[in-house]
């Protein structure tokens, strides 16, 4: 069996879309775990329908405490499947998504399959849609970069989510590669899905995508200290070559630059507590990139 477990916060006018995608699957052995998260408006009503509709494989829960970790971890306990789909209410999966990463997961023998997926993005308006896909050279490289999939792209075995305790209920961001981090340094098999099976959709004001200035630097921070403690944990173990300290150095300053006409004194600050260093090509095409943006807002 597979558990879908689903936080569910306001999420009324969406959280069909996500349930039919469910409903839709190729794979039949599912469970569906619908976790109310605090939400204030009709969203309870939804749920309850859903499992009037299907009593033997659709059950909703109720969480007080805020946050999806602790709606995901309220979905674990009750959960009777060997793999979870952790899914976000306002995601949608493809109908084979769960029978193609159920295969991939009994041929390799992994812990977690990390998937491809689309990521639509509300621009000024407009959907922007992008193909995201892993990266599976090197496991480090991919953990630094965020190149591991997304919560609803991947498929995680239970066993191994729970061996490091679940989700941090203290995030507020990065919480999915926080946790691949902890399972990792738990020896978790990794496997791959290059093709897309998963549309994850993205707000202007949703949590990755903040414009609030402080929120924006407790997001920039979450970052910051998960990348920190990856090269503490690779530096203990040996395992911080001269190619992982370049590449840790260039993702966290390009990351960091491209946000320094949001929150200059932050990027500017971490960068010199970072003592970061980086090619003088990249830091005369990021102050090209710069003087664009401030000419032509682009």
């Known amino acids: 069996m597979i558990s879908v477990i689903m936080p569910c916060y306001n999420c009324q006018s969406f959280v069909s879309r996500a349930i039919e995608s469910v409903l839709k699957q190729t794979y039949t052995d599912w469970e569906l775990i619908l976790v109310n998260n605090n939400s204030a408006d009709q969203t309870q009503s939804v749920l309850d329908g859903y499992c009037a509709l299907y009593p033997d494989k659709i059950y909703t829960y109720i969480e007080m405490k805020p946050g999806a970790p602790a709606a995901r971890n309220k979905g674990l306990k009750y959960a009777k499947g060997e793999w979870i789909q952790f899914m976000d209410s306002d995601d949608e999966l493809y109908s084979d998504k769960i029978e193609k990463q159920v295969e991939i997961a009994e041929n390799t023998s992994c812990?977690?399959?990390?998937?491809?997926?689309?990521?639509?993005?509300?621009?000024?308006?407009?959907?922007?849609?992008?193909?995201?896909?892993?990266?599976?050279?090197?496991?480090?490289?991919?953990?630094?970069?965020?190149?591991?999939?997304?919560?609803?792209?991947?498929?995680?075995?239970?066993?191994?989510?729970?061996?490091?305790?679940?989700?941090?209920?203290?995030?507020?961001?990065?919480?999915?590669?926080?946790?691949?981090?902890?399972?990792?340094?738990?020896?978790?098999?990794?496997?791959?899905?290059?093709?897309?099976?998963?549309?994850?959709?993205?707000?202007?004001?949703?949590?990755?995508n903040s414009l609030n200035k402080q929120r924006l630097i407790r997001i920039l921070e979450n970052r910051v200290s998960l990348r920190l403690r990856i090269k503490q944990h690779l530096s203990n173990e040996g395992?911080?070559?001269?190619?992982?300290?370049?590449?840790?150095?260039?993702?966290?300053?390009?990351?960091?630059?491209?946000?320094?006409?949001?929150v200059p004194e932050y990027v500017f600050r971490r960068l010199n507590e970072l003592a970061i260093r980086v090619?003088?090509?990249?830091?005369?095409?990021?102050?090209?990139?710069?003087?664009?943006?401030?000419?032509?807002g682009k």
């Open 239 to 262: 395992l911080l070559t001269i190619q992982l300290a370049q590449f840790w150095d260039l993702y966290l300053y390009d990351h960091l630059i491209k946000r320094k006409l949001l």
């Open 111 to 208: 812990d977690i399959v990390s998937g491809a997926y689309y990521l639509n993005k509300l621009v000024d308006g407009k959907v922007i849609n992008t193909l995201k896909v892993p990266r599976n050279a090197n496991i480090y490289e991919s953990l630094i970069s965020s190149k591991l999939g997304i919560t609803s792209a991947n498929l995680w075995r239970k066993e191994a989510v729970l061996a490091v305790g679940g989700w941090d209920e203290s995030l507020t961001s990065s919480q999915e590669y926080d946790m691949l981090f902890r399972m990792i340094v738990a020896h978790a098999v990794i496997g791959f899905d290059m093709h897309p099976r998963t549309i994850v959709y993205s707000l202007e004001n949703s949590v990755s």
């Open 279 to 296: 090619p003088l090509k990249v830091v005369i095409k990021q102050k090209a990139r710069f003087f664009l943006q401030r000419i032509f």
